[in-house]
């Protein structure tokens, strides 16, 4: 797995990130997590999160769509994303994941 994040165009996706959540969140019943672990996202992951994005759509949709993308791409469920994930750590998730779903995009397995 790699933590590189940062890749220009043209060039090939990691086919895995994993992004340390640093603290890890802690969550009541005992749960935590320490990390995001990411990868490319199936086609029943990204029909769900689209579903947030009928119609006119604004900043509020777009964030459940990344939220629900990044929440059944990773394994964490979505309202421990939703209130204590910080936003950068969701951004950099979520723009990852979006690179697949970009039109022509080569992945290290395809």
Do not use: W
Request: hydrophobic fraction near 35%; include cysteine; proline fraction near 7%.
């Amino acid at each position: 797995m790699t933590n590189e994040t940062d890749t220009t165009a043209g060039e090939e996706l990691p086919p895995t990130l994993t992004i340390p959540l640093d603290p890890p969140i802690e969550v009541k019943g005992g749960g935590s997590y320490s990390e995001l672990s990411l990868s490319e996202p199936l086609s029943g992951q990204v029909l769900n999160a689209e579903k947030h994005l009928k119609g006119n759509f604004g900043a509020a949709e777009l964030r459940l769509y990344a939220l629900t993308l990044v929440s059944q791409n990773s394994g964490v469920p979505m309202n421990v994303l939703r209130d204590c994930c910080p936003i950068g750590v969701l951004n950099k998730a979520a723009n990852y994941l979006q690179r697949f779903i970009e039109a022509g995009q080569n992945t290290g397995d395809s």
